[in-house]
């Protein structure tokens, strides 16, 4: 059957080589330096001696050229010299890209779902990790009663929740376990697509060391969970004056900034692997290839990135909000209190630096007041470095989704300033708090699409 479509000739001599037409897309010449030889006008030398045409509808059997002479192959041609193109070791299916799609829309969902277990304070509910046994949760009296039992022996039970019933219960230990369960859906959809892929050829080797690397940190991310639980059941704070029972700021942080790596991650990788399977089957558009090799965007591109990061930032300080509960003081904007600054004595106060130290740095991570006025200033600066490269954008020839890309990251960002507002003015209500949570992440997606469509193709012109 194969030989049905695929014509297969006489040796060829030197010059015939000229008229061997071939449409194997550079992405291939690069990334399959094993069958290349050389490109004579258009025709590709492969080492076993076969060109080929247009998406392998054509092969033409000519002749490897060894100082000059051309030398004759007898061997009959094979299937296995074309098996090579889709070996592990230089291309990756596009079914592996919308994998990774579809696991960063899940990482995207339980970001949201942990705001929620946050805002709702559930997160300390379940006072034990048991990543087998925990996957069912109790069904009976008895077995609620057990572990409503053991939530009372730790300080967020004494010190906040002291006055709650077993419904109440029942309510803030479903909304944890769901968080957990989400994230071990999210492992299973990960870990088993992930080795089924790299045992069935379907990743190149570059993909195969993002893919583990993606898994590394999707494990790291459920021990930093544990940790940032953990941090709240400690029994310091019974003994600590003013204690608040939550998790510690720190982890929070450390918990989400890892979560938004990892949605980041698979959300490129997916991107770059469908669209180097297009530049693979030559169906890339030559059009925004060309645009996008003009220098003049180098610029652009850089400036998109430095967006990306300080979108990033601005996240991690919204983080830092939240695990210090800052946005229940100064509820009010753009003033806090009398005048836009806070006096320099609750910017720096003394009360947050630890015994032996001199300098007041610690308020930048440990003083409610100062890491409010930190977010502010920096989600405002997000908004006007945006909107700056927005208005750059406009004196430059962009390809069309890149301008989409701009676009979005303009109206998302004043989305998501207006949310942060209001969650503020409100006092942080459930709605709001949650959907601008959502926002930082749907913000970093816009401007990690603007991102990945502004990179050149690797194809030629």
């Not at 590709?44 to 059997?61: D, E, K, N, Y």
């Not at 949201?112 to 046994?133: A, D, H, N, Q």
């Not at 945006?386 to 208005?391: D, E, F, R």
Request: charged letters at 15%; a positive charge.
């Amino acid at each position: 059957m194969f030989r049905q479509f695929c014509h297969i000739s006489p040796v060829l001599p030197f010059h015939s080589l000229a008229k061997v037409e071939t449409r194997v897309s550079p992405f291939l010449q690069r990334e399959t330096p094993r069958l290349r030889l050389t490109t004579i006008t258009g025709g590709l030398v492969f080492r076993h001696g076969f060109a080929i045409s247009p998406v392998v509808s054509s092969f033409t059997r000519v002749s490897s050229f060894r100082q000059g002479h051309s030398h004759f192959s007898n061997s009959r041609f094979r299937l296995s010299s074309l098996s090579k193109i889709n070996t592990p070791n230089n291309y990756t299916k596009p079914i592996v890209g919308r994998w990774l799609l579809l696991s960063s829309g899940l990482v995207f969902g339980i970001v949201v779902l942990g705001g929620l277990t946050r805002l709702t304070e559930s997160g300390l509910s379940i006072v034990e990790w048991k990543p087998i046994t925990g996957v069912i949760p109790p069904i009976t009296h008895p077995q609620w009663e057990e572990e409503f039992e053991k939530y009372k022996q730790f300080p967020e039970y004494k010190l906040l929740n002291y006055n709650i019933s077993l419904s109440d219960f029942k309510y803030i230990y479903l909304m944890e376990w769901s968080h957990r369960m989400w994230g071990r859906m999210i492992g299973l959809i990960f870990v088993l697509p992930a080795v089924y892929f790299g045992f069935r050829g379907h990743m190149s080797r570059p993909i195969i060391k993002k893919v583990v690397g993606l898994a590394g940190l999707l494990g790291f991310q459920g021990v930093l969970g544990w940790y940032m639980v953990k941090s709240g059941l400690s029994e310091e704070l019974m003994s600590t004056p003013g204690a608040v029972p939550r998790v510690s700021h720190y982890w929070l942080v450390a918990h989400l900034g890892s979560a938004f790596l990892l949605y980041s991650g698979m959300f490129l990788t997916g991107l770059q692997i469908l669209r180097d399977s297009k530049i693979a089957y030559d169906s890339f558009p030559k059009g925004v290839a060309r645009i996008l090799a003009n220098p003049s965007l180098n610029k652009f591109r850089r400036l998109a990135i430095c967006v990306a990061m300080l979108i990033f930032l601005t996240s991690m300080s919204g983080a830092l909000v939240a695990g210090l509960d800052a946005g229940l003081i100064y509820n009010e904007f753009p003033y806090m209190g009398k005048n836009i600054i806070p006096p320099k004595s609750e910017l720096f106060s003394k009360a947050y630096a630890r015994l032996g130290e001199a300098n007041l740095w610690r308020n930048f991570i440990d003083n409610p007041t100062t890491v409010q006025f930190d977010h502010r200033v920096l989600a405002i600066s997000t908004l006007c470095a945006i909107t700056t490269l927005w208005l750059y954008s406009r004196r430059l020839m962009l390809p069309p989704k890149a301008r989409l890309a701009i676009n979005s990251v303009l109206g998302v960002s004043c989305l998501q300033v207006t949310l942060g507002i209001s969650t503020l003015i409100y006092m942080v209500p459930l709605p709001l708090a949650s959907a601008h949570q959502a926002g930082s992440l749907t913000l970093l997606t816009t401007a990690l699409y603007l991102v990945h469509t502004m990179k050149r193709i690797p194809i030629k012109i």
